[in-house]
């Protein structure tokens, strides 16, 4: 169930935010209260998103403080606040109502029961009116799922059980018709009063209605604050500066049409709004709290406008009416103490909660892509065609040729399906981890975790199938040679696995991580030993690079183990260059050696399983480099 916050106040004084060389935010003041809906209004490219960024602590202030009941907003202090991006970003295999759990269990605390868990999710369902959709998939471009508007409520109920105290929303009507937008912004004022939250949005042309909801409305105009106030009276005071709004005019568009022709027309006149506001930011001891002996506050000195500006208070620019009066921002009676709430806990909830969640999740989203039938249908059909070409391959010398293509065919099906299979699966998920990541939900160590675990058993099922069918087929080995056969294609498949997570992770661009992994593969297969047997001896050692290689020559080496010798006088020298010395006979070892695979068996299974480690811990400090 959702609780009542107790009061709080957020402050933001004199924020400039730069990026290298240019100004984004230019000493921006701001602020709201519990049970406020302050919305941000400006054109296109006034640095709106960049606030809302600034005080979630995504985007590096240059200067200026934000405080929260007159204690600097870190990153404890931000574990309260809930933040709605623009762009609806889930898990598209997943229902509403997965997603909804999912978020309950990772990012409400253990000491919370899963009972009352339920409960809330069906109370935020209830009241955003989500029952409907419940159990649809998300969706996306490829997959019909939910509506645009049941997207954008789907992120707002994400963030409502969580229960935080100040709620930041990016653009929450966007791409709503007008009564989705009224009913969306009306159930937001409603749990602003109801439950003592602070909310505050950047909102694009809402209409009249919607924009009579707003407790305090922030216009900013190319980064500066061109009004801050009461939303209800910041048509007095632009009238008050000869700026009128018609009768029966829509405020919203008239002060978003006012702002954008200032920009673009009237140098002057936007200098004068820019001025009147600057006039009015002398804030410095706005919200400062002096404890009394007695452990109670005293009340909060409201005096923020110089004497300068007396002139300008009695024309009626001070109170609500000013460009940035903090006068209505600032809250009598908070205790600090309530801002260390939750303060001690690094994570919500336990290494192997999110563990175990993201795991589960990570299942679900990758079991249609994994296993798609039309994935498994061409694995299979690829099988049978293989052990067709191959069938029952005779046990000789004169086929040895064969059942090395049978091999090196297998290995590199797979070698490229597990990285293409893993590198493709990364576009889908990464707004969703970067979004969940940033608001603190869980450990990169327990998503890395969950992540090369889950995907396994999806990720082998189909392998096994094709094994099978090309193995018996072919005619490969025994049954006793089967299961190691197997074990060693599963390991190169999960070090396949591997590069495809390095690769995944670091190249963000999807084209180019393709192009990666072909270019890998063609380097992995031409030193593999099957296209070439007679490398230049300074180009040897890249074949310690092909993890092609490992494999194949295990898998050669145990396929062919036991064969019968070669007699040099039924054979020619040419082609055998062991029989031109003092040697009679020829082993198959000779001849896998005289193809470059020239080490144990043992020796290149355990190169995989090294390989296997190392990338796998390498994966995870990529991904840590990458954040």
């Not at 004169?398 to 990364?426: P, Q």
């Not at 327990?446 to 069918?469: E, G, M, Q, R």
């Not at 009679?584 to 190169?607: H, M, N, Q, R």
């Amino acid at each position: 169930m959702k609780t009542k916050s107790s009061t709080s106040q957020l402050v933001v004084r004199n924020l400039v935010v730069s990026v290298k060389t240019k100004h984004i935010l230019y000493g921006v003041n701001t602020g709201a209260q519990s049970g406020d809906l302050l919305a941000i209004m400006g054109p296109t490219g006034s640095g709106k998103t960049t606030l809302l960024n600034a005080i979630a602590g995504r985007v590096q202030s240059t200067s200026g403080e934000i405080t929260m009941n007159g204690q600097y907003f870190n990153k404890h202090l931000r574990r309260r606040l809930g933040y709605v991006l623009q762009e609806d970003v889930f898990m598209p295999s997943l229902t509403l109502y997965e997603t909804l759990y999912f978020t309950a269990m990772i990012r409400i605390t253990e000491s919370v029961s899963l009972k009352d868990k339920q409960t809330r999710i069906d109370d935020i369902v209830k009241a955003l009116d989500l029952k409907k959709c419940l159990h649809t998939v998300i969706g996306d471009f490829f997959v019909r799922g939910l509506s645009g508007g049941e997207k954008k409520r789907a992120n707002i109920a994400c963030e409502f059980l969580t229960d935080p105290d100040i709620m930041l929303i990016d653009e929450p009507t966007s791409g709503l018709d007008s009564t989705t937008a009224h009913n969306l912004m009306n159930q937001l004022k409603n749990y602003a009063t109801q439950y003592n939250k602070t909310i505050i949005a950047t909102i694009h042309q809402p209409s009249s209605q919607v924009y009579h909801m707003f407790s305090k409305l922030l216009l900013l105009m190319d980064g500066k604050v061109a009004y801050f106030g009461k939303a209800s009276e910041a048509l007095n005071y632009f009238e008050r500066i000869g700026m009128p709004c018609a009768i029966h005019f829509n405020p919203a568009d008239f002060l978003l049409a006012l702002l954008i022709a200032l920009l673009s027309t009237d140098d002057e006149t936007s200098k004068k709004i820019h001025e009147e506001a600057d006039r009015h930011k002398k804030f410095e001891n706005v919200c400062e709290q002096n404890p009394l002996s007695n452990g109670q506050h005293s009340h909060v000195n409201h005096s923020y406008i110089n004497n300068s500006d007396a002139d300008n208070s009695k024309a009626g620019l001070r109170t609500g009416g000013s460009a940035v009066s903090f006068d209505d921002v600032c809250v009598v009676g908070i205790d600090k103490e309530e801002t260390s709430v939750h303060s001690h806990h690094a994570w919500p909830t336990s290494f192997w909660t999110q563990y175990r969640m993201l795991t589960w999740r990570q299942f679900r989203q990758s079991k249609g892509r994994i296993l798609h039938k039309y994935e498994v249908i061409e694995s299979l059909l690829l099988a049978v065609l293989g052990g067709i070409l191959y069938f029952q391959t005779d046990y000789s010398y004169k086929t040895l040729r064969d059942k090395m293509g049978t091999i090196f065919f297998s290995v590199t099906y797979w070698g490229f399906n597990c990285m293409i299979g893993t590198v493709t699966g990364f576009p889908a998920e990464r707004g969703v981890i970067k979004k969940e990541r940033e608001a603190g939900a869980y450990r990169l160590s327990a998503y890395y975790a969950a992540k090369i675990t889950s995907d396994l058993p999806l990720i082998l099922i189909t392998p096994v199938l094709f094994y099978c069918i090309i193995y018996w087929m072919s005619a490969i080995g025994d049954g006793v040679l089967f299961a190691t056969f197997l074990g060693v294609n599963l390991l190169f498949c999960t070090v396949a696995q591997s590069i495809g997570h390095i690769i995944g992770t670091a190249m963000p661009d999807m084209k180019l991580s393709l192009k990666l992994v072909n270019t890998y593969m063609l380097f992995s297969l031409l030193f593999s030993g099957f296209f070439n047997t007679h490398l230049p001896d300074w180009v040897k050692w890249a074949k310690y690079l092909s993890i092609v290689h490992y494999a194949f020559g295990c898998l050669n080496i145990l396929s062919t183990e036991g064969m019968p010798v070669l007699w040099c006088n039924t054979t020619s020298a040419e082609l055998n260059p062991t029989c031109t010395g003092n040697t009679t006979i020829i082993t198959i070892a000779d001849v896998l050696k005289d193809s470059g695979i020239d080490c144990p068996y043992f020796c290149y299974t355990a190169s995989l399983g090294i390989l296997f480690i190392v990338l796998r811990v390498l994966g995870y400090y990529v991904m840590k480099w990458k954040r």
